[in-house]
């Protein structure tokens, strides 16, 4: 239908109905606070999910109960990260364990090891694979060694994947805004994930990175056959790529779907504009042709991402 | 308008300035008054004439501070750095460092030897000159102001004159050091005319980057690393070539009966005295020759670039250097039989000539390997072009000077100084480097493991040195609760299981606590570091035999087969056995702060959330570090006990704990150069105060010092490239849009 979405479809990626995640009735509270409140979602190998909603409607509270941040109450969350994997419950977890069972994520306020260099980020990323240990790091085992000329030959391909071959030996905090969070994602894909969540990866960035990141989100889904679950508020980006969309309003999921069918949920419109009025114009401008952040700020209920100032503090 | 008068901040900082004369001056001198007389010391401080130095210091630090900002320009002149430093150490070595060790010249500081040398006839005159009429003092004036003067006004014709007359201000100081020595005829261990060289020729190169300078502004580094690429190995040359020149021209190589042979004196000395041929050789003409040519060879291969020059410069500088020391041997062997005063046995009563030339054909013998080794890289790196950036090294560790070879040069120095200073030094300062000094920096480098890399603060980590020096002392069956017979052992072989058992300590300690952060860890570590103490001292089941400690433990043995060595009361032999484990903990912990191990600490300390997420098993990770940390510890425990031969859990206070966090924090956490130099500044510090302040002070100057560095000098002494980002902050001023992005995403809180 338009440009943007062309560079979606062609990616062709192998959707399935094989699920990744299988989120069944989650409810997640913060003492009296319910942050996400029966919550039931499947996720689909190969897939671009995207999670929307406004300020406070348990998007990153879901992320961090997917990765073993927060523990859930009620409910269950399954996961079967890589193809063949059988599905284990993610409840209880560990965060480094739900990392090694093929998850992989990026934060919304970017959270890189910043006195590292950029390589050494994706090194250390792809390193959390690897097996010597530190005594034949000691005495520079052969292996040892073969390891570290893998990692190293790995981030370079992970970096030039990213684009950011060019600053490989800066320290990750002197790079640009839109660089670090490409390294965020360069530093989550070292880790050989079978699914990655991104969290706003688009927060702050100015039209042409946003491009560029629409594009590598594709190709990771694509080319890698990731499945990709993303935050975003973003609706020009969000509508170009996602293959299906959930939204989350209060803790509640209130619409799930195509792109195309939650644009014209009445639900989702009076969500995001406060209204239940069905003849207002849909609010959500795919092709971007409207207002340049898709979604025109309405009372109150949702600030576009390029403010950036998004509070995704919640109710913890 | 009265207190608008009060409250300009010229005033205040006036009166701040005042203020902190009156408490130097309080400081600086006697501080306490006698029965008869409280108020002594105050009114020495405030009513003698030498307040007027301390309000003089007072104003100046006022003017300096308000007229910063026009000062600051001259500053970052070329040259400005060396002139302050140079004359900063002629300024020490005039003040506080010995000029004479021997009874005759009052306590041996420059002034007292000057003021004796002064109206000494018999004295070489050029030396009797320079003692005499505050000459010392007006030669270090004149260089000094001629070369700020030639900053301030950028006159190349006076920088000149003040390079000439650094050099020959600091040949002069030497030279009528050696001059007094040679007339007192007693063995000297005093460093106050070297030191003055060191400081005038610094005062010199100052004096010559002012006139060479092209620019306004100062690069030292890229200057270093200009001096440092020219010819790789050309600095070690050039060292080689002073400290050989030196030794086989005007230093001592034999001392006995208060006399003070130079190489040709021995020659005359052992001749005809049953010398081993081979020895008397190298004293006749062998040993200039052998200097001469490794000196050439050395030289050429730098400059030619040549491997294999290099590699037969590094050849012939390690046979030299044998023959060296078999000469040595053989000299102090002969004096020994024959009964000559003071040479009881091997290397005793030796001059400093003898390690000068060892040293000088080892930095030579470096100099041929940094050239040899550089040239197989260079050929390797044009071999496979287009594996260059997979190949090229680019992590953070690679700190300081970028010219290749650079490192290698200052470690070829670094262990010349430790293996041929020491056997020079006084019997005082070689059981300090010992006792203080080697184990402390052990310590430092097993602690920096935990705070420096992982981030973690141990205050108790004193404790695994004490459970090292108590399994030792079971092992070797000092204590009351006997080993089983077949694991009585001597000390080194106790050293994998006290690195064993402190292993299996730091997880037990670490498996409970780690999930703590910060202070919370701290404070239980500090608990734990009593526990063991106190445990110690309360002897549960006599087996640690409490308060009394454990006597009587062996020294260290080596017997395998034919070769046997056993340590006595030397220091000297204990320090080169600390040496070794020293070179071989840090080679082995180097490559671990290179492995993913040291990258995965780098990353938990910097943000373990994201370390987590991106898969890292935060815990084994901390564990590993307090685990490594603590056997490393554990063994500087086994050393410790072994050589001072008893122990007792006073040896195990909470001080020494936050000594050594101290020491790491001083010399630049994270850094283990950084650890080792802060172990050795601190610990070498007190011993040197000894000397030169009231025994009551020695600590507030420690503190003094400690504070200044953390003011001026946060990172530490030699800073790590990773810690030292994190302090800058780089994270936050790189980009303004970051301030823009929230920052609580609610990850700190758990549910």
Redesign the interface.
Known sequence: MTAVHDVANPGAAPQTRDVVYDIDHVT???GGVTSLNDVSLKMYRGEILAVIGPNGAGK??LF?SL?G???PQEGNINLAARVGDSPVSVLGQ???VI??LGV??T???????????A??NV???V????K???IA????MPW?RR???E???RA?ELLSFVGL?ER??E???????GE?RRLEIA??L??DPGVILLDEPA??TNPAEKRDLADLITRINSEDGISVLLIEHDMKLVMSIAHRLVVLNFGEKIAEGTPEEIQKDPVVIAAYLGTTDEDDAAPVQADGTATADGIPPARGAHRSAN????????Q? | MKTGFFSSPHVKRLAGCMALAFVLALMIGNQEGSQDDYGLAFRQAIFSPRIILFIVIGLLVFAAMTFWPYITPYLLRPGVRPLAVGGITVLVSQTLLKWSDDGRTGNGKFNSVASKAANTDGLAPMAKLFFSNYLGWILLLVTFGLGAAAILISLRALAWVAAVLGVVGGIWAYTSQAAVRDFLGTPDHSTGGGVALIGYLTLAAAALATALATGDIADTRAFVNRLLAWRPGMPLVVLGLIVGVIAFVQATWFSPQGSNQTLTDTKTFFQGNGLANLAYQYLAWLGYVLFIATLLTAAAASYLRHRILGWVAAGLGAVALLLSLITMYDMTDLAAAAGVDGATGPWQNLGSGAWMACAAFFVLAGAGLVVATLGARDEQGELAPAEAPAARSSDTLSRGFSAPGSSKVFLFVILATALFYPPTATGFWQKVLVSEIGIYVLLAIGLNVVVGWAGLLDLGFIAFYAIGSYTTAYLTGALPFKPPSFLHLSPLLAIPFAIAICLLAGVALGAPTLRLRGDYLAIVTLGFGEIIRITANNNPGNITNGPKGAFGIPHPRIELGPIKFVWGQNNLQYWYLLLVLIVIVVLLFRRLEASRLGRAWAAIREDEVAAQATGINTTRVKLLAFAIGASTSGVAGVFFASQIGYINPENFVLNNSILVVAYVVFGGMGSLPGAMAGAAVLTWLPEFLKDQVPAEDRQMWIGAVVLLMMIFRPAGLIPAKRRAAELRGLNRSSSAEVGAVPEGEGMGVRA
Do not use: C, W
Request: hydrophobic share 30%.
């Open positions: 997640l509270r913060f990153t509270s961090n990765t941040v927060y523990h560990k965060t480094h990392n090694h992989a994520r934060f919304q306020n970017i959270r890189l090891f910043p006195a590292l260099t390589l050494e090194k250390v990323g390193e959390t694979r690897q010597a240990g530190p790091a000691m005495l520079g040892q390891e570290e000329r990692s190293t030959a370079y071959t490989a030996n320290l990750a905090g002197s790079l640009a805004y670090q530093r989550a070292g880790t927060a702050g403010e950036g100032d998004a509070n995704e503090g919640e913890s």
